[in-house]
């Protein structure tokens, strides 16, 4: 194709600018951020940490795949115990693709890896510096992007400060919302600390909800006992209601619940939580028993949940 000397000159330096990325961001190396995936493999393991559930055909669609290629690459992802199938119950042609443990904890490496050196990329500029070349590439994701709107909601593991947040957000909607003082603070805090305390990467997760870039809401499975999990301190910020994102962070909490050979859920919530209880019965759970019980500075029903898997 003969381009005149203006249209050159600018595929030059679309060219050169791209040149300079691959190399800053470490895609010609043999594996991506110190794996053995290539940079599809990393980009399919995001999207699938992003979106449980989904189908290959969408995906496929969704990332401008091949949906051959795409199959090779869901049977290594298979072989290697990354990825699981199951049946899509609307529609019985197609299989869901869900990470398994091993799936998940592969991407919190890679997920961990990619910040640290973006961040690292960031330091070298000044404060004024790293803001124009955020605006600039948002200026240029504008101008070439597709268009199509992007994601409600993303979820993502947990990382340092999270845990802060969650508490500080917590305290204030349910002061707000329900009059509860800060006992029921120290209370989240010391689920919260146990947590961290006594993490176990393999059979237990906190799930922690953005929207662009901001915290909207996050949800715990801790275990209880090698049978059974817990599932603790669900909440949505307000501005995020109404997106199905309570719902979406239960099935994460059942699905991760389920590949990891747990035979039982349960929780503890009160009645006045009616949107909370209302998920928890979309969901399976069954009421088991409730006792009254004044906390929080307030006289209140507690109820005990339970689901099978």
Not at 164 to 176: C, V
Not at 256 to 270: D, I, K, P, Q
Request: aromatic share 8%; with cysteine; proline share 4%.
């Amino acid at each position: 194709m003969d381009l005149d000397d203006g249209v050159a000159a600018k595929v030059a330096a679309v060219r050169r600018f791209s040149r300079i990325y691959t190399r800053r961001i470490g895609v010609l190396q043999d594996g991506l951020l110190g794996t053995d995936l290539s940079l599809a493999e990393a980009r399919i393991l995001f999207e699938l940490a992003q979106r449980p559930d989904t189908a290959a055909k969408s995906l496929a669609a969704d990332l401008g795949l091949d949906a051959g290629y795409l199959s090779r690459l869901l049977r290594g992802f298979e072989r290697r115990g990354l990825i699981e199938r199951r049946p899509d119950p609307a529609d019985g042609r197609q299989s869901l693709l869900i990470l398994t443990a091993a799936g998940r904890d592969l991407y919190t490496v890679i997920d961990g890896r990619s910040r640290a050196e973006v961040a690292a990329l960031l330091h070298q500029l000044p404060p004024d510096g790293q803001d124009r070349l955020v605006q600039a590439l948002d200026q240029a994701g504008a101008l070439l992007g597709d268009h199509r709107p992007g994601p409600a909601y993303v979820l993502r593991p947990h990382r340092p400060g999270d845990m802060g947040w969650i508490i500080h957000r917590q305290a204030l909607l349910y002061a707000g919302e329900y009059g509860w003082d800060e006992r029921f603070e120290g209370l989240v805090a010391g689920i919260c600390a146990q947590f961290i305390e006594n993490y176990d990467h393999r059979r237990e997760r906190c799930w922690v909800a953005e929207r662009d870039g901001a915290i909207v809401g996050s949800i715990f499975l801790v275990r209880d006992s090698d049978e059974v999990a817990k599932l603790r301190l669900l909440y949505v910020e307000p501005a995020a209601r109404g997106l199905g994102l309570g719902r979406h962070l239960v099935a994460e909490c059942l699905a991760f619940a389920t590949a990891v050979g747990y035979r039982r859920v349960s929780l503890w919530t009160n009645s006045v939580l009616h949107s909370a209880r209302r998920i928890y019965e979309q969901a399976g759970f069954q009421l088991v028993r409730e006792e009254p019980h004044q906390s929080f500075g307030k006289a209140l029903v507690g109820q005990y949940w339970e689901r099978a898997l």
